[in-house]
Each structure stands twice: as C-alpha cells, then as structure tokens.
C-alpha cells in the first residue's frame, strides 16, 4: 500500500501555483526555467489527485487513497479540500496551454464548486459541516480548524480563486 492524502495533494497544488505566480515576477532566467517546469507538472498532478479523491456519489473528496490498489481507504469528506481544490483548479486554469488542459480544470473547478456547496450551512452563517461520509451525511469528525477563520482554508482560498477567475 502506498497511502496518498488527495485533499493534501491538491492543496499543495494551488499553494505551488500561487508560489509560482509570486516568484516569476522576480525570478533570473534560469528561474524561471526551473519554475515553468514545475508549473508543467502542476496541472497534471490536479487532475490525478482529484481523479484519485473524487466521490461523485456524494460529491468530495476522501481523506485516504491507496495508489497500490487504486482504492480509497477512508471515504471521509473534509470540507477544507474542497476550496482548496477550487484554487488550485482556477490557478491551473490560469496556466493551462490547451484545451484539454483547460477542460480538466474547468472539470474539476465544477465538480469540487458543486460539492461545497453541499457542506455549507445557511442557517449556521454558511459555516460547513466538518466532515461528510460516502453517503453525503454528515459525521461526527473534525478533520481541520474550524471554519470561522475567513483568512485560511475557505477564505483565503476562494478569494484567491476569485482573484484568478476574474482575471481570465
């Protein structure tokens, strides 16, 4: 078994991608080559780890994949990955070089919007419930800090992809 955590995966591909955006500006050519070729690796990696996490059935993502077997190990859905992924889908989407490319991550910008939507909670001021199980109900398991704080998962990560969005 080689375990894989596809929330993580997938944050650390828009956290890469906004680091790239960040550092471009600054970078000397040789930079910038190294940082290209990683922002090739960027789109790819979005698309496998969403394939891999993704439960349409519900709609979330699964907190444990094993890459050995190809089998999702625990089906609990966090809330957190879900705006996660939306930056990093709308941050490859601002990279993307073809249509293929730009279809992936329009797919999966779709898809993670779409199941956000099921964990937030208007009559709780739009907070999200914590975690969801492979029938889309809600458990008692706290996967993250609380979603009170507008300055990190959600907050931060949609207004980054708002940001993006309207620049397309």
Not at 31 to 39: D, F, S
């Amino acid at each position: 078994m080689i375990l894989s955590d596809p929330g993580h995966s997938l944050e650390f591909v828009g956290l890469a991608m906004k680091f790239i955006g960040a550092a471009e500006p600054r970078a000397n050519p040789a930079q910038l080559e190294r940082l290209a070729a990683a922002k090739g690796y960027m789109i790819t990696l979005l698309g496998r780890n969403f394939d891999n996490g993704y439960l349409p059935g519900p709609q979330g993502i699964s907190k444990a994949f094993d890459l050995v077997k190809r089998r999702h190990l625990n089906t609990d859905m966090p809330w957190w990955n879900l705006p996660e992924t939306i930056r990093a889908a709308a941050l490859c989407l601002s990279a993307a070089g073809d249509d293929g490319q730009r279809t992936l991550c329009l797919r999966v910008l779709r898809d993670s919007h779409n199941a956000f939507r099921l964990f937030v909670r208007p009559e709780l001021h739009l907070m999200a419930y914590q975690t969801r199980d492979a029938c889309g109900l809600p458990v008692a398991a706290i996967p993250a800090t609380a979603d009170a704080d507008p300055g990190y998962h959600t907050g931060l990560s949609l207004l980054d992809a708002i940001d993006v969005i309207e620049n397309l």
